[in-house]
């Protein structure tokens, strides 16, 4: 149970171009998911909390005009990098709460050229 | 700021050895404290949590450790296995897990056959 999905599972644009990101709880309703960006040999940095029906909230230092998040519905939450840069190329994770601990999707690698 | 670091890197260790993992934290307001194994390529897999109000907390093949006087966090891994060669991460949180986690630097463990 409390299974997270992420789609797609890697994607390569070029640069100047937009992205999107899904992230699905298949097994469960989530009212809040987070974005996590990871990238080599790093931690996991918090980008943003993603509550249903309500705005993101972004941590300090993430833009919110790049990086759109909308959370829809309980199952729902996407990412969108917008104009995107090589220097987005990163390990993008989301999680949903489900009774803690977090669940994780297995990522998206995401390469901009 | 506050941060959750970890005192090792790299860890290898002997097959069918125990292994400990350390984790240093600095926020004494975390309440909830967490380990996730990282395999390559995939998103953070959960192992073991523990809150505050313990010290200790056993799993399968799996025991953390909690000190909060020196705000210093454990995992043990008994017997080890190929299959347990990863990156594990430490992190904390506050409300009992129902909030954002806050991740640690990482520590690749390597089982030598």
């Known amino acids: 149970g409390a299974v997270v999905s992420q789609h797609p599972s890697w994607v390569i644009c070029k640069s100047g171009t937009s992205v999107k990101i899904e992230c699905r709880s298949l097994?469960?309703?989530?009212?809040?998911m987070f974005w996590y960006r990871q990238f080599p040999k790093q931690s996991l940095m918090l980008m943003a909390t993603s509550n249903e029906g309500s705005k993101a909230t972004y941590e300090q230092g993430v833009e919110k005009d790049k990086f759109l998040i909308n959370h829809a519905s309980l199952t729902l939450s996407t990412l969108t990098v917008t104009s995107a840069h090589p220097e987005d190329s990163s390990f993008y994770i989301c999680?949903?709460?489900?009774?803690?601990?977090?669940?994780f999707g297995n990522g998206t690698r995401l390469t901009v050229t | 700021g506050e941060s959750v670091g970890l005192h090792l890197p790299t860890l290898s260790v002997q097959e069918g050895d125990n292994s400990i993992i350390n984790c240093a934290y600095s926020?004494?307001?975390?309440?909830?404290f967490i380990w996730y194994k990282q395999e390559s390529g995939k998103g953070p897999q959960f192992i073991i949590d523990?809150?505050?109000?313990?010290d200790k907390r056993q799993g399968q093949r799996v025991t953390v450790l909690l000190n909060k006087t020196v705000k210093h966090l454990s995992l043990q891994i008994a017997a080890t296995q190929p299959g347990d060669s990863a990156v594990y991460f430490c992190a904390e949180g506050f409300n009992f897990g129902n909030e954002k986690l806050t991740f640690g630097t990482g520590t690749r463990l390597t089982i030598i056959p």
């Open positions: 523990i809150r505050s109000n313990m």
């Open positions: 097994d469960f309703q989530a009212t809040t």
């Open positions: 926020n004494s307001a975390s309440d909830y």
């Open positions: 999680s949903a709460m489900y009774n803690s601990p977090l669940h």
